[in-house]
């Protein structure tokens, strides 16, 4: 089992039903290939957990490298997991730039799941995931 937690930013800010789209194609290629993950949008800037088999995962991410849809990818984590920490999604998103996060479906799921969490048992993926919705005052 891998993860890659990566950065990015969009070319230009993406309305929602563009994001959607995205969202919809990934969460049916990310179910076909057992990939978990979330994905984070605000303002044209992302946040990506990506977990599953390493061969697959790095596919993924290298066709993600390559979309002209972003540019400025910094990969924070690509290194070996015992369990996902997103297991429970094909693909969590949020995206904090349409809706108030009390109005985002599953956007309290996924501030439960890393704030309530034990500090000494914290995945890498999920102490990034909550140091970035703090960093925006999401949480």
């Known amino acids: 089992m891998h993860?890659?937690?990566?950065?990015?930013?969009?070319?230009?800010i993406l309305p929602t039903e563009e994001l959607n789209g995205i969202l919809e194609i990934a969460r049916r290629a990310n179910s076909a290939n057992k990939i978990t993950g979330m994905l984070l949008y605000k303002d044209g800037n992302f946040l990506h957990v990506l977990e599953g088999?390493?061969?697959i995962i790095l596919s993924c991410y290298n066709q993600i490298f390559d979309d002209p849809r972003h540019h400025g990818?910094?990969?924070l984590l690509n290194e070996p997991i015992t369990t996902r920490s997103f297991q429970?999604?094909?693909?969590?998103?949020?995206?904090?730039?349409?809706l108030s996060k009390t109005e985002q479906t599953g956007f309290s799921d996924v501030i439960a799941l890393v704030n309530n969490v034990d500090d000494e048992t914290i995945s890498n993926s999920q102490l990034i995931v909550r140091s970035y919705l703090k960093g925006l005052m999401m949480i």
Do not use: G, N, Q, R
């Open 53 to 55: 088999e390493k061969s």
């Open 73 to 75: 990818i910094i990969t």
């Open 88 to 98: 429970d999604w094909s693909m969590a998103f949020i995206s904090y730039d349409d």
């Open 3 to 12: 993860h890659i937690v990566y950065a990015s930013s969009s070319y230009k």
